[in-house]
């Protein structure tokens, strides 16, 4: 089985397509549980959202309140969705049909089966349609998070495969592990979302084999603290007659499911000078 860092960075990415089963199931694939109890969490979300627009379009009608609490009030899942059916009956819009069908997402022995009503029928619910869904994508994220917290090691496994995908230039590997809305900064200047900061590591990688004879890259984790890691990182460079090593250090910071959402470059004492050094003794020689 995947190691858990891994599964949930995969979980992310289903959530970012809105495949919500999917990445619970990725989550935990072997535990169904927790899977539920995720999905039930955002189902729950769900109702609590619409509830304010319900109670204003059906009158203060008691049906989705009673299908929030159905576990404590003692009430038949059949008599509540007949209470559902009757409002729908009575105010009769697209916005109230599409809240009840969340309404009865509440009741589903099966939470898969909620989770697909509330992403068909939230956009219809919601007073917001387009931002119904990353809405979910959202909620989810941050029950996944809460139920299985990123650790230290997590963190240390992820960014070390990060610097060996950067090492091997396998910059569709990398960017796997960057967020959408992911910032490199290097002295001064930013870049913002994956596609522009792989477009920049890889003219980086380009630029150098064209300046040098021969390079290669080697980065390790340096440190892992409370917010963030740091790479120490090695460009060993060979031209003509001469080689060099230029030192430098990236710090990361990753979010609750494992992925980078910032990067900075950190120029070490003395190493901008040495290249330049470097470069100057290589054009005499």
């Known amino acids: ?21 999917a990445a619970a199931l990725c ?11 995720v999905m039930r ?17 059906t009158r203060e009608n008691p049906a989705l309140r009673a299908a929030l609490e159905s576990e404590t009030s003692g009430r038949g899942h059949r008599t509540i969705r007949r209470q559902l059916e009757k409002a729908v009956s009575a105010h009769s819009s697209r916005s109230v049909y599409a809240m009840a069908i969340i309404g009865m997402a509440q009741l589903e022995e099966d939470p898969a089966a909620g989770i697909s009503a509330c992403h068909d029928h939230l956009p ?13 994508a959202a909620r989810m994220r941050r029950h996944l998070a809460a139920q ?10 992820l960014i ?14 990398a960017g796997i592990l960057l967020s959408g809305g992911c910032a490199h900064v290097l002295r001064g200047e930013t870049r913002h979302g994956p596609e522009a900061i792989l477009v920049f590591y890889e003219d980086k990688s380009r630029q150098a084999r064209e300046q040098f004879d021969a390079i290669a890259y ?16 090695a460009d060993h460079l060979v031209l003509g ?11 990361l910071w990753l979010d609750d499911l494992g992925r980078i959402w910032r990067i900075e470059h950190l120029d070490l004492p003395g190493q901008r000078a040495g290249m330049r050094r470097f470069a100057a003794a290589s054009r005499r020689s």
């Open 1 to 21: 089985m995947m190691p858990a860092a891994v599964r949930m960075l995969a979980a992310a990415r289903l959530i970012d397509q809105h495949a919500f089963h």
């Open 27 to 37: 989550a935990w694939p072997d535990d169904a549980a927790p899977a539920a109890d």
């Open 41 to 57: 969490a955002v189902i729950r979300d769900c109702g609590e959202h619409v509830y304010p627009r319900w109670r204003e379009e």
């Open 124 to 136: 219809q619910a919601s007073t917001r349609p387009a931002g119904a869904r990353p809405w979910i």
């Open 148 to 157: 299985r917290p990123l650790t230290d090691d997590d963190r240390y496994q």
């Open 160 to 173: 070390a495969a990060f610097a060996a995908a950067l090492d091997a230039e396998d910059f569709e590997r």
């Open 218 to 233: 080697t980065s390790s984790v340096h440190a892992v603290e409370a917010d963030a890691v740091v790479l120490a990182c």
């Open 241 to 251: 007659e001469q080689q060099h090593t230029f030192r430098s250090q990236q710090r």
